[in-house]
């Protein structure tokens, strides 16, 4: 029997990640991260699939596309995260859990950075733990899976 699928999205300006502001990001690159995870989900019998986007339009996409083919999805929405009322209403209709994940604590950062219009189509949020939220979301999903 095939493992089950979870979706990773990244959204815009993670691709830089490493590269700038590691005080508040972290030293990691994406694909540091994405190749933690690859390692976290076969540990936990699970699978991953990994995208990053700069574009709403695509992400969006993205989350449709997962609808029927992934069993959970973990999204760090980064800059859509207040304004993409689009982004929530294409995780509103996927039916599995989701985690939103952020690198920093946004609540302790400037108040732009919150209130998430994401949260609200989110199981649960994880942020402030770096690099290692990615992991812990996917020790969150292992456990909603039915
Ligand atoms: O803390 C997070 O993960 C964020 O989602 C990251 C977003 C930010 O807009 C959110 O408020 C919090 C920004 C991602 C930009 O990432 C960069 C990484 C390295 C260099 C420049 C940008």
Redesign the pocket.
């Known amino acids: 029997m095939s493992l089950p699928l979870i979706a990773i999205l990244n959204g815009p ?2 691709n ?2 490493g ?3 590691p005080e508040i ?1 972290g030293h990691e690159t994406l694909g540091d991260i994405e190749t933690a995870c690859q390692a976290a989900a076969a540990a936990l019998g699970m699978a991953v699939e990994c995208r990053q986007s700069n574009c709403e339009g695509t992400l969006v996409t993205w989350v449709q596309e997962a609808r029927h083919r992934t069993a959970g999805l973990i999204i ?1 929405p ?2 859509y ?1 207040t304004c993409s009322v689009a982004l929530l209403d294409a995780l509103l209709a996927y039916p599995g859990p989701v985690v939103e994940v ?3 604590n ?1 609540h302790r950062r400037e108040a732009f ?1 919150t209130p998430s219009l994401i949260s609200r189509a989110a199981q649960g949020v994880i ?1 402030g733990f770096g690099a290692r939220g990615y992991g812990l979301a996917l020790h969150a999903l292992a456990g909603l899976l039915p």
């Open positions: 300006n993670l830089l990640l590269q700038r502001e990001y760090n980064a800059g995260t952020h690198l920093s946004i950075r942020c």
